[in-house]
């Protein structure tokens, strides 16, 4: 058990009153990347800042980008980027570090691959664990180079090259990360690269794309991309993140007295499964379109306190559209009447920790019956579920568990302890002061 632990004391009233999130952090990272390739000055706005997505803006800045983006007053990062564009990234004189980040690391292989020079890329002990092949794999096949060639782990050397050969690749999973690589790879290559999904991921990069002058076709399962293109410049607004609203709706649906409405959020469907599932468990939740950034998407979600929630079960196919909400929401389920189900759950052993485990031993400390079978997730919930005092949760490092158990402690009449927390800086530094004040 991790020494560094934060008392998380019960909120001190409902959670009321309309808020904001931070950019969301997936189109964040890809506004940052698209404005590095592209040719030009790009102006972006609503960015969020956090370590994950400045380990994407030292990464492009180490390659040669110039990244003027200053604090804003709401806590987000807005100005330009210029890029490398045609004359491409320059050698960095030592390993790229992508700290805690997934998506820069799987991302930045695909930016590298079609430029002829050597990038180390390593992370923290989080990131060195996770699976790299599915990137590299696609890569190579693509002409890049990867030192040592097929290593799964982190530190891994890529040597690019300027003849890509376009691909068709069947992806073994959903994967939005897989995808953006071979995609961004695909922009260079001679001819039309493909990519076909076991089940839709997330679009941002097939709609965000076009804005840089890099015209994608895409269907739900397909997308590719005609190279070689040159990107230009564009100019991106960040919304706010459906990753982050979702730990606060989920507090507010558990929290008696609740009622809470999030306002300029993403509300493109391959990321709302959340609220689809809420909704399914019988939710007091609705959401309201009110306009769209290039071809995102935003608006309104709206959530009131339920005291009656039943458990559901929810597809394969609908994984991906709330991959990053399976902890929290298996804590909704926690207090739902019967069992919740979610399919196909592998993907989740291989996140920034083993959520999986992680979330079946965290439910178990609060009494709950959780189990895996085979890549299923089951949860028999209890809706007289109470926190008994003195738990203390183990969050693993991971910003989506550490924001999890801490609304076990929030939502409840007891303190609870979870380790790490800090760790909730990657994705929502301010998660904390930020129910807090919605509940004063
Ligand atoms: C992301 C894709 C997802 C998600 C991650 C962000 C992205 O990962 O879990 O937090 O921005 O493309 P996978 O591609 O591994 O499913």
Redesign the pocket.
Known sequence: MSSDVTLIDPLEGPIRGTTRVPGDK?IS?RAVLFSAMAEGTSRLSGVLDSADVNASIEAVRALGAQVDLEKQADGSLEGTITGWGSEGPKQPDKPIDCANS??TARLLMGVLAPWDIQVELTGDSSLKKRPMRRITAPLMKMGVRFEPAGQELLPITEIGTPKLRAINYEAPMA????K?AVLLAGVYAQGTTTVKEPAP??NHTELMLPEYGVPTTASSQTASVKGPALMQASEVVVPGDPSSAAFLVCAAAIKPGSDLTIENVSLNTARTGFVRTLERMGADIDVVHTGQEGKEPNGTIHISYTPVLRGCEIPAQHI?SL??EVPILSLVAAHARGVTVFKEVG?LRV?EADRLAATIEGLAQLGIDAWEEGNDLYIEGNPDLVVAPGLTFESYGDHRLAMTWAIAGLTSNVPVEVTRFGSVAVSYPNFLSTIQGLAR
């Open positions: 997936s990272h997934g998506t994967s939005a990360q897989l953006t991921s997330r991906a991959v990053d993907e996140k």
